[in-house]
């Protein structure tokens, strides 16, 4: 069955970055090669804190990036702390395609990616080595809500991170999430955004699901693939972001009040939901109607 294409993509880069997906998507490409391209995008062609090259350090001052990218049929692959590489969506594609393997991290990942002729280069910028030195100061690790959103300097949340869905022609789905993760976490930390079922799951019988925010809490409730579930069940897309958000508070009601949480799924049928912990989340959605769509996700905190 034909169906219409459409992607969509987590944060206001999601614009651009689905306008490249969807260059992909109009010429009757495939969501697999969408997504990739979508991801791509936000890792090398802007210079953002959060993603790709650009991204900020960890307390150890190493740029460590993670990325998962999945197709509707649950073939899969995922690389994390990844060093030096300019694109982990890429990588975990490999990942995907040629190992037998879902997931490869730090120098095993690196090693990996050269041998499959990526260039190793440093990733650091003057601007994140600066943000880095001037973090050291105070050291202190408390991630702010939508804290570069709303102009607050030095202890940034940096939840950017790029989650992209899309739907092909064709009826089938794929998803790609990639990350420079939380600013200034321990060195070796690895957060939801290359573990499959947390910072993202596709599933062709139902739908997808990607995440952003403070991993940790996607980690705990296996989140993206509870929005699937939800999905699977019954709810829109938008109810079932609100379900997994609600079991992230109900589990941890205190700390929900000062972390963000942000989910965005898709179904079959194209239809598309958000949620967030707190206000302040858009998302972008593109298909042959709306190039450029931004949309606010609705939230359970409002300030
Ligand atoms: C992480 N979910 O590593 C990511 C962070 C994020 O933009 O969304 N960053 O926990």
Excluded at 24 to 41: S, Y
């Amino acid at each position: 069955a034909s169906t219409d294409a459409k992607v969509v993509s987590t944060w206001d880069f999601g614009v651009p970055a689905n306008r490249e997906a969807w260059q992909v998507l109009a010429a009757g490409g495939n969501a697999l090669d969408a997504v990739e391209a979508g991801a791509r995008w936000a890792e090398t062609g802007q210079c953002n804190s959060t993603v790709g090259r650009c991204g900020y350090p960890d307390r150890d001052g190493f740029v460590t990036l993670d990325a998962s990218i999945m197709q509707g049929d649950g073939s899969c692959g995922a690389v994390a702390a990844l060093q030096d590489i300019d694109h982990p969506i890429s990588v975990a594609r490999k990942v995907m395609e040629k190992t037998p393997h879902v997931l490869l991290v730090g120098d095993g990942a690196r090693q990996f990616a050269i041998a499959e002729g990526f260039t190793p280069h440093s990733l650091r910028t003057p601007e994140a080595e600066q943000a880095w030195r001037e973090w050291l100061e105070t050291s202190r690790y408390q991630p702010e809500i939508n804290a570069e959103r709303r102009g607050i300097p030095g202890n940034r949340e940096n939840h950017d991170t790029i989650g992209m869905l899309a739907l092909g022609r064709d009826g089938r789905m794929a998803g790609a999430c990639t990350t420079s993760g939380m600013a200034w976490k321990m060195h070796g930390r690895v957060g939801d955004s290359p573990i499959i079922g947390a910072g993202l799951y596709v599933d062709d019988q139902v739908g997808g699901a990607t995440a952003s925010g403070v991993g940790e809490e996607m980690l705990r409730n296996a989140a993206s693939f509870l929005v699937v579930e939800l999905m699977r069940q019954g709810l829109s897309p938008a109810d079932a972001c609100r379900g997994a958000i609600e079991r992230v508070v109900k589990k941890r009601p205190e700390a929900s009040k000062s972390l963000q949480v942000c989910f965005l799924a898709m179904n079959t049928h194209g239809e598309v939901g958000a949620f967030a912990l707190h206000q302040g989340f858009v998302y972008a959605v593109c298909d042959a109607q709306r190039q450029d769509a931004l949309l606010e996700s609705p939230s359970v905190y409002t300030t």
